[in-house]
Every structure is written in C-alpha cells, then in structure tokens.
C-alpha cells in the first residue's frame, strides 16, 4: 500500500543525545514536510524539501536538522540544542504545488 | 507574519446536532485554504478550497471560502460520534506552498 510511515510511533531522548526520526513514502512524492505539534495547538512548520538535496528552514527550526539524500526519505534529528523537545512530530507530503499535503501517523517525543 | 484563527475552540454537541465551524486567515501569497480531521494521529484531507463562494460538499460536510472577508466555514449536519475530533484549518501560500495552520477546533459529539 502506498503512504507515508513514520517510526518509530513512540521515542524516549536523555539530555544532552539526539535523536532522529524516520519518514519514509512510497508515493512519489516530491515535496516532504516535518511539523511539530504541541497539546492544544496547530501544527508549526519545522523544515520542508521540494526536491532532493535541497531543503529550506520553517517557522521553528532551531534545534533539528535533516537531510533529504533520497526523494523517499526526510529525517528529522532532534539535537541537543532543541531544549524543548517533548511534542507530537508530524511528516507530510504532496504532488504537484498545488494539491493537499498528507500526513504519516507522527512520532511522540518524551524527555526521560 | 501569516496568521490562521479558528473558532470556537471548543464544542459540544449532541448527535443530530449541526455544526459550523469558522476559520479566519491572512496568509500573503494566499492560494488556498484547506481543512483536515485529526483524530489522535495523523490529520486526515477533507477539503481544499481555491475559488470563492463555490461549497465543497462530501456526504455530511460542506465548506465554503470567502476570499474578500478572508475566512471560511466547515459545516457538519446530522452530526455522529464519529465526528469528535479536532479540525484544522491551514492557509496554502508560497512558492514552496506552505501550510499556516490555526489551533484547531476541537468537536465533542455526545450520544
């Protein structure tokens, strides 16, 4: 089946580690997004990719880094420096610029 | 600074019970609004609305956009407790067509 699969649905980060998140799609899309989500809120833009090697910095970016080495794959590593991290990740993404974005099933970050 | 608001941000109904939710934007670069059902996981498509005053309609939702007042609405009729979720609303704008979400709309559909 064709989607978007984010692993892992649950990670644990000790201080001072980074962590990294996986989205992987089989859709042959070229555009890939990450969001963060916190409780109550909408969902913050961190970085997105419209093509392979090449990606542009979001709303909040400060913290994490990705790479975009396959048009499949987009991870996310949250450093150190992201003194906040407990959130709900969300990866994205979409066709053609002008059709809906969808979402894998996100990950749940969680400081021990 | 883009900007979505969505309101109210909370709401309980009976089932039966029609709904309408609102959403407000100003987003520059402005392309298209679109609204999503997040049920605990991943945000789910309804509907993306590009031309003004032309309602979307899928079963018991419709949606609609007003492009001059900048803002549009969901509406749910004959609503079920499968509708208890929270609704986003996002502004598509840019060339790299970035989604401005609001805070979402969160739908208690009591039996």
């Known amino acids: 089946d064709g989607g978007i699969t984010q692993s892992p649905k649950y990670l644990f980060r000790k201080e001072g580690q980074n962590v990294t998140l996986s989205c992987e799609q089989n859709?042959?899309?070229?555009?890939m997004y990450w969001y963060r989500q916190d409780p109550g809120q909408g969902l913050r833009l961190i970085y997105y990719?419209?093509?392979?090697?090449?990606?542009q910095k979001g709303d909040i970016a400060e913290g994490y880094s990705v790479s975009r080495e396959k048009k499949e794959s987009f991870p996310l590593t949250v450093t150190s420096a992201q003194k906040n991290p407990t959130a709900f990740y969300l990866c994205?993404?979409?066709?053609?610029?002008?059709?809906?974005?969808?979402f894998g099933d996100g990950t749940r970050l969680s400081i021990l | 600074e883009d900007k979505v608001v969505q309101s109210p941000l909370s709401l309980v109904v009976h089932e039966g019970d029609t709904v309408t939710l609102n959403c407000s934007y100003e987003v520059t670069n402005f392309r298209s609004l679109l609204w999503y059902k997040q049920e605990k996981k991943a945000p789910t498509f309804l509907f993306m609305l590009?031309?003004?005053?032309i309602e979307k309609k899928s079963g018991r939702l419709s949606s609609i956009l007003d492009k001059k007042e900048l803002f549009s609405i969901l509406n749910i009729t004959a609503t079920q407790t499968g509708d208890s979720a929270v609704y986003l609303c996002a502004g598509l704008a840019g060339s790299a067509r970035q989604l401005t979400f609001g805070s979402g709309t969160q739908l208690t559909v009591l039996p």
């Open positions: 859709l042959n899309h070229d555009a």
């Open positions: 590009t031309s003004s005053g």
């Open positions: 990719s419209q093509i392979v090697n090449d990606f």
């Open positions: 994205a993404s979409r066709t053609t610029p002008d059709q809906p974005q969808h």
